[in-house]
Every structure is written in C-alpha cells, then in structure tokens.
C-alpha cells in the first residue's frame, strides 16, 4: 500500500471557508490569552468547539510555519526604472535574507521576477510583506511558487 504524503496548499485568504478563518481567530485568542478556554474562543468567534478541535491542527497563518524555510515567489511587474528596488526594498525591510533573484528580459513593458528567500527567526510577517510588494504601484501580482 503506498504511504499517504500530506498535501499543503496556499490559498489567499478570500478562498478560505469561513469556519477555517473562525478556527484561526480562536487560536489567535488563546495563544494571546484574551480568552481562558477553548469554549470562550470559540464562543467569541462564533463556532462550535468540534469545529475548532476538527480544523485546528490543519489550519495557521502562512507566516506562523514559514521560519527556517526558503519562500520563492513569482512577481509580474512593470518595466520601470527603480521598481525591482523597491521590491527588494521591502524585503530588506521584513529582514528575509535574499538566496536567489532572476529577472526575464521585459515583453511589451512586462518583466517576470523569481525571488527566493530564506525566513530567518527575525523576520518580519511574510504575509504582510507579500501584501506591501503586491500594493506597489507597477506591480501585477505576486504569487507563492514554493516553500521548502
């Protein structure tokens, strides 16, 4: 019998189940102590607890499980003088340290970035920071290719 591999998928937010979100919610309020019990988080959230005991194990913030791994992303962005600087910029600024960096020749005003990086133990929350390189004027969109 073949063994069974866990299979992990990153999903933005919008395409999460509500429940799912509501599980997040409660773990957050545990572990900040705004609640005592796991009835209270649950109860605040609105879910019931075997909801909460169903999913907890399966769901956390991306940042939550990405320290010690390497992130690479696909950026799309404009061909603008300054523009791949800013986007390293705002790396530098979450403190991921900067493993690889491939830009293709720009089409039509077009450029695609592969950037890998490696979370460190400070580094900023790597959702938020998909989020401000994805804000950027000139830049299409971001997406998660793999963690390792």
Known sequence: M?????KY???????VPEVLLKVVEA????????VMTVQDATDQVGISRSSFYKYKDDIFPFYDNTKGKTVTFVVQLDDEQGLLSDVLHTVAVYKANIL???QSIPVNGVATLTLSVEVQPNTGNISRMVEEIEEQNGIHF?????RE
């Open 2 to 6: 073949a063994e069974e591999k866990s």
């Open 9 to 15: 998928f990153v999903v933005k937010q919008k395409a």
């Open 27 to 34: 773990k957050r309020l545990l572990e900040a102590e705004r």
């Open 100 to 102: 690889t960096i491939h």
């Open 142 to 146: 971001v997406k998660i290719l793999a």
